[in-house]
């Protein structure tokens, strides 16, 4: 049976934490928010981060 590679989604995450941050740009935490807003995206399963970025886009 044949191995599929696993899906990162590299982009799509990437894309997900910027929209993520945007309203944070301004605080003084800002970099402590984007690097937690990275880890729970990292840790997002494909299809999840696929509907958040779905959902934000409406």
Not at 32 to 57: I, R
């Amino acid at each position: 049976m044949p191995v599929l590679p696993k899906l990162t989604m590299k982009e799509e995450r990437q894309e997900l934490v910027k929209k993520m941050v945007k309203p944070f740009r301004q605080e003084p935490n800002y970099l402590q928010t984007k690097h937690s807003f990275t880890c729970f995206v990292s840790q997002l399963s494909a299809p999840s981060v696929l509907h958040c970025l779905a959902v934000m886009e409406e």
